[in-house]
């Protein structure tokens, strides 16, 4: 049985200080690109030891799992989209302020960068076109249309992925985190089909064999030890959300509190030709997930889904912004650890 995580590990604390330095002019380039070069040399030595037969390179060097693609751009201004977690705590999106958009970094540069310390399959997320075009302002921009910032953000979007998987990733995940958050901006689920529609415009640039290595992830969010969006009921995303174009679906569920009715609406929706991954492991808990528990919650899944066509994975990303030190790196790795071995604990007793 195949298990995959989602995608970011926490930063270590030197890399922290490194980039804190940096932003305050205490500290040289060279010394920011030795700390991430660091980071990432040890969170992917790190992903190996715990026997995850395919790793990520953990985000290190990723600002956050949405605005990477913003990295050094001038043409944005601090006061986007408002994200407000469940603890009251937000996250804001910049403004495009000019066209044309092109991103600032492309993710087939992580892969070429985590390449040099690893033989592994390598997992590679990007961040959905859906999440990104919330940068465009509702007020429009003079001069660069909301039809052309999408053609732009179409064609940004697709060579993200087609970059990712040049670049020799074993499948590319798109984070769509959104998709659930949609549903409390719009409870129509309007905004959410445009959200697929925009994203599978994007999907429709790559073939159905290149379909099945991509993915999507979904989840209620996470920062700082809380979600945005779990309040919603996952029923109103799931059959929505199966219309995407891709092949393999990495579901958040450990931290659902009623599986066997979710996992049934899956069952209904999901095509024979899908791979879904169930998660196993709650990044927001600080419990540490035991083997046989793991193992527990295939099975629990096993006995609706069909397990030729189950993974597993972890619910979310453990820091999916840098600055996210709510998790240690320790317990991080220790969960995907238990996700590992219990995934082969389960595929024993599947006859896997
Ligand atoms: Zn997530």
């Known amino acids: 049985m195949i298990t995959e995580p989602i995608g970011s590990i926490p930063r270590p604390a030197s890399l922290l200080q490194a980039i804190t330095g940096f932003h305050a002019g205490t500290i040289s380039q060279q010394s920011l690109d030795d700390a991430y070069?660091?980071?990432?040399?040890?969170?992917?030595?790190?992903?190996?030891?715990?026997?995850?037969?395919?790793?990520?390179?953990g985000e290190q060097t990723k600002s956050s799992f949405a605005t990477y693609p913003l990295a050094g751009l001038t043409n944005l201004a601090?006061?986007?989209?408002?994200?407000?977690?469940?603890?009251?705590?937000?996250?804001?999106?910049?403004?495009?302020?000019?066209?044309?958009?092109?991103?600032?970094?492309?993710?087939?540069?992580?892969?070429?960068?985590?390449?040099?310390?690893?033989?592994?399959?390598?997992?590679?997320?990007?961040?959905?076109?859906?999440?990104?075009?919330?940068?465009?302002?509702?007020?429009?921009?003079?001069?660069?249309?909301?039809?052309?910032?999408?053609?732009?953000?179409?064609?940004?979007?697709?060579?993200?992925?087609?970059?990712?998987?040049?670049?020799?990733?074993?499948?590319?995940?798109?984070?769509?985190?959104?998709g659930r958050l949609s549903l409390k901006l719009d409870p129509s689920g309007s905004l959410l089909r445009s959200f697929i529609d925009l994203n599978n415009q994007v999907l429709d640039r790559f073939s159905i064999a290149e379909r099945q290595r991509i993915g999507v992830h979904v989840c209620p969010g996470g920062d700082h030890d809380f979600t945005h969006s779990a309040d919603i009921d996952y029923a109103g995303l799931l059959p929505d959300l199966f219309h995407l174009s891709v092949g393999r679906f990495f579901l958040q569920m450990a931290s659902e509190p009623d599986r066997k009715r979710i996992l049934a609406i899956v069952k209904k929706v999901m095509a024979p030709t899908h791979i879904v991954f169930i998660g196993v492991i709650d990044p927001i808990s600080p419990v540490i997930e035991t083997p046989s528990q793991v193992r527990d919650r295939i099975l629990e899944a096993a006995s609706v889904l069909p397990p030729a066509r189950l993974g597993s994975t972890d619910d979310c990303g453990f820091s999916p912004f840098a600055d996210d030190t709510s998790t240690a790196r320790d317990t991080a790795f220790s969960k995907i650890r238990a996700r590992v071995e219990g995934t082969a604990l389960a595929a024993r007793e599947l006859g896997l």
């Open 78 to 178: 601090p006061d986007g989209v408002v994200i407000s977690f469940a603890d009251g705590h937000t996250r804001q999106l910049p403004r495009l302020t000019a066209g044309p958009f092109r991103y600032g970094q492309h993710a087939g540069a992580f892969v070429t960068a985590a390449r040099t310390y690893t033989k592994r399959p390598l997992k590679q997320a990007v961040i959905s076109a859906s999440a990104l075009s919330l940068l465009y302002p509702g007020s429009g921009i003079p001069g660069y249309s909301r039809e052309q910032f999408t053609a732009d953000l179409i064609d940004e979007a697709a060579s993200d992925i087609r970059g990712a998987l040049d670049a020799g990733a074993d499948s590319v995940q798109i984070d769509f985190t959104e």
């Open 37 to 57: 070069a660091a980071a990432l040399r040890d969170t992917i030595q790190r992903f190996e030891q715990t026997g995850s037969p395919v790793i990520t390179d």
